[in-house]
């Protein structure tokens, strides 16, 4: 499904919407180039699992961020990958990456171009349309077995 975003709070709001649909074991691939609003979206998601958005940074050199969310009152761990300093596949054979993704927590992975398809991935692709204006399309909601957001 395609949306149009007129602000970062809608960007935010969007991703607190799929964030509330999402369960242990799924990962969601961001794809957008700089700027274009991976990272505000991730935030929504995060608030949908009761991490405070302020806790999300990006431009850290931390490649794999950990945080523990809430699904249903249970405890689920929140992993926010972001692959742009990513220096090359054996930097992620190094970090062990398939040990987070599908595993026993919900995976983000900003710049998930640079990992190849992920099988049973949610996909969300971000483009700039003006200043204050993203197109964003959601695929892979179908295949998940969930209601379209
Ligand atoms: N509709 C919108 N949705 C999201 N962000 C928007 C929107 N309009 C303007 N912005 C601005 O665009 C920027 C998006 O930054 P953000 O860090 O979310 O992007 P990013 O895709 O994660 O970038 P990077 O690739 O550097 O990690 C923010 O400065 C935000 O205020
Ligand atoms: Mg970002």
């Known amino acids: 499904m395609k949306l149009l975003s007129n602000g970062p709070e809608e960007t935010f709001r969007c991703g607190f919407t799929l964030g509330k649909r999402l369960g242990k074991g799924d990962t969601v691939c961001l794809f957008g180039e700089l700027g274009a609003g991976k990272t ?3 935030k929504g998601i995060a608030s949908a699992l009761g991490i405070p958005e302020r806790k999300i940074t990006s431009a850290s050199f931390t ?3 950990e945080y523990t969310g809430t ?3 249970a405890t689920v761990p929140f992993y926010h990958i972001d692959l742009y300093r990513l220096q090359g596949i054996a930097e992620l054979d190094s970090i062990g990456i398939e040990e987070y993704i599908g595993r026993d927590g919900i995976s983000v992975i900003e710049w998930a171009e640079r990992l190849g398809e992920v099988e049973g991935s949610i996909s969300v692709t971000f483009t700039i349309v003006a200043e ?3 197109e964003i399309t959601i695929e892979g909601m179908d295949e998940t077995g969930r209601n379209n957001l």
């Open 40 to 42: 505000t979206f991730v």
């Open 63 to 65: 490649i794999i961020a």
């Open 71 to 73: 699904v249903n009152k």
């Open 132 to 134: 204050d204006k993203r």
